[in-house]
């Protein structure tokens, strides 16, 4: 009788710490999970009001805010870099008098991130190549300026001021660095209608300005869509120093150890540099970032 009543006694432990497990876990769950949000009363690009009162515009944005508030570990990261990469895109926007809202097109475009698209789009802006030298970068088999993020965000500006002089709307501008100014001054000369917000676009332009107010209002916001990340565990600007060469570099491997460091670390903070040398017959200057810490 007394080892049933262990056995008993036993049993009803191990029900309850159960029980408590479950009910710990859950509470950890809902209070980690943003289980439900309301959409903003009133959103803005680039001081251009949405119209939310419209409902396949307020559809459409909650949408996007769903999609990239459960996108947790792709969020966070994008916060993350925001807090490395903005210093460097925000004075340039504001020095060409390009709205700030447009740094979150860049985050909505690769990320913060040089990375390269399907269609050959490469760098944080994701240029492809014809529009890239139209703008003013170099771009051969040793230098590809798409990678430089200061140059880069220069030919953005410098499109992004063609398309608003040619549409009147930072809405519209934005809309055509994805599906280009060709394609929607046709789309709105056929559909006669001047307005974002009013065209029928294809899936990917009619989902790009709902992308950038969804990140625009999450990263202006992350606690309260459930992204608190300690300031310690941002990413931090590196100290670098700036060195300028106008002649050939004919192994990178050694100039980068000559200087300090090593060609891993001169080709991360040098990602313009595409091959494992510099030729430079026309004595052009070209400015290397060189860190001095973090290596």
Not at 32 to 50: C, H, M, R, W
Not at 128 to 148: F, S
Not at 283 to 288: A, D, G, I, P, Q
């Amino acid at each position: 009788m007394k080892r049933i009543n262990q056995i008993i006694i036993v049993l009803v432990l191990f029900g309850l710490s159960g029980i408590f497990i479950y009910s710990t876990s859950k509470k950890t769950m809902v209070k980690d999970k943003v289980e439900s949000y309301a959409l903003p009363n009133q959103i803005d690009f680039a001081g251009e009001s949405t119209p939310l009162n419209l409902v396949d515009v307020r559809e459409r944005l909650d949408r996007e805010m769903l999609i990239n508030t459960n996108l947790h570990s792709t969020t966070t990261l994008i916060l993350k870099r925001a807090n490395r990469v903005f210093p460097v895109i925000e004075p340039i926007l504001k020095k060409y008098g390009v709205p700030d809202d447009f740094k979150y097109l860049a985050v909505i475009e690769s990320g913060l991130v040089n990375v390269v698209s399907p269609a050959g789009a490469r760098g944080v802006w994701q240029f492809m190549p014809e529009t890239a030298k139209e703008k003013g970068m170099e771009i051969n088999d040793l230098v590809d300026e798409r990678y430089h993020l200061e140059k880069s965000t220069e030919a953005a500006c410098r499109y992004l001021l063609d398309a608003k002089n040619k549409f009147g709307s930072w809405t519209l501008a934005a809309a055509a660095y994805n599906g280009g100014m060709g394609g929607i001054n046709k789309q709105m000369e056929s559909q006669q209608v001047g307005n974002y917000y009013d065209l029928l676009l294809t899936e990917e332009t009619s989902r790009y300005v709902f992308r950038i107010l969804a990140l625009k209002e999450i990263m202006k916001n992350p606690v309260k869509y459930g992204f608190d990340i300690p300031k310690e565990q941002l990413y931090f600007p590196i100290e670098i120093k700036k060195i300028q060469v106008d002649t050939t570099i004919t192994d990178l491997t050694s100039f980068a150890k000559n200087i300090g460091i090593n060609y891993k670390i001169l080709k991360l903070h040098n990602p313009w540099l595409r091959d494992r040398r510099l030729d430079n017959k026309s004595r052009k200057v070209y400015t290397l970032e060189i860190p001095t810490e973090g290596y």
